[in-house]
């Protein structure tokens, strides 16, 4: 039901955007996050935001990576800017069934993306 898209390989310093699309009933009253996982490291959350429009960003991409939704085409976006070479990953996107007007910090969804990589070069 998630469809990820838009990764690829980029220079240091440079941008990309990441793509989700969600089918099905499930979008409305759902948070939606971006999650990364780089090679024997945890997943981790880079990206979240409610149905609502409440956001949230893990430090680590505050500043340079923003999330956005398009609630009528079920939408979520992921523009990074700014790359390094230390956010090579894995990149996934995920749905969390919720009724909350605000966004939580939390790694437990429902749905999960295929997963798109990333590749920073130096």
Known sequence: ?????????????????????????????????WFRQAPGKEREL????????????????????????????????????SLKPEDTAVYYCALRRSGARVVLPTTTYDYWGQGTQVTVSS
């Open 1 to 33: 039901q998630l469809q990820a898209s838009g990764g690829g390989l980029v220079q240091a310093g440079g941008s990309l955007r990441l793509a989700c699309a969600a089918s099905g009933r499930t979008f409305s009253n759902s948070d939606m996050g």
């Open 46 to 81: 880079l990206a979240a935001m409610s149905w609502s429009g409440s956001r949230l960003h893990a430090d680590s991409v505050k500043g340079r990576f923003t999330i956005s939704r398009d609630n009528a085409k079920n939408t979520v976006d992921l523009q990074m800017n």
